[in-house]
């Protein structure tokens, strides 16, 4: 299971949302957990603080392998390395 750490008003989660729904087709809905800041505020801060993340959108692995922002390639790797799907 990958952990995503949103926050509202965030351009490039919202950007990172679209993208896995639309263009990978929801292939992934059942293994990544959301975590959005505006509503898992306490959540949000400890996955920040475990993994030093400093950015959003961030993706956490099982793995603890971190990649934050959102670029579609880099997203589509991270997700086939740790999950599985082609």
Same mark, same amino acid.
């Given at each position: 299971?990958?952990?995503?750490? !949103?926050?509202?008003? %965030?351009? &490039? %989660?919202?950007?990172?949302?679209?993208?896995?729904?639309?263009?990978? #087709?929801?292939?992934?809905?059942? $293994? =990544?957990?959301?975590? $959005?800041?505006? @509503?898992?505020?306490?959540? +949000?801060? !400890?996955?920040? $603080?475990?993994?030093?993340?400093?950015?959003?959108? /961030?993706?956490?692995?099982? !793995? *603890? @392998?971190?990649? /934050?922002?959102?670029?579609? /390639?880099? +997203?589509? #790797?991270?997700? @086939?390395? &740790? =999950? *599985?799907?082609?």
């Amino acid at each position: 299971m990958i952990k995503m750490l !949103t926050k509202p008003n %965030c351009p &490039h %989660c919202q950007a990172l949302k679209l993208f896995l729904k639309h263009a990978m #087709n929801d292939k992934y809905v059942n $293994d =990544i957990e959301v975590f $959005d800041q505006g @509503e898992q505020e306490d959540a +949000v801060q !400890t996955l920040l $603080d475990t993994h030093n993340i400093q950015a959003f959108p /961030s993706l956490i692995a099982t !793995t *603890g @392998e971190v990649i /934050s922002g959102f670029q579609p /390639s880099a +997203v589509m #790797n991270f997700l @086939e390395k &740790h =999950i *599985g799907k082609k």
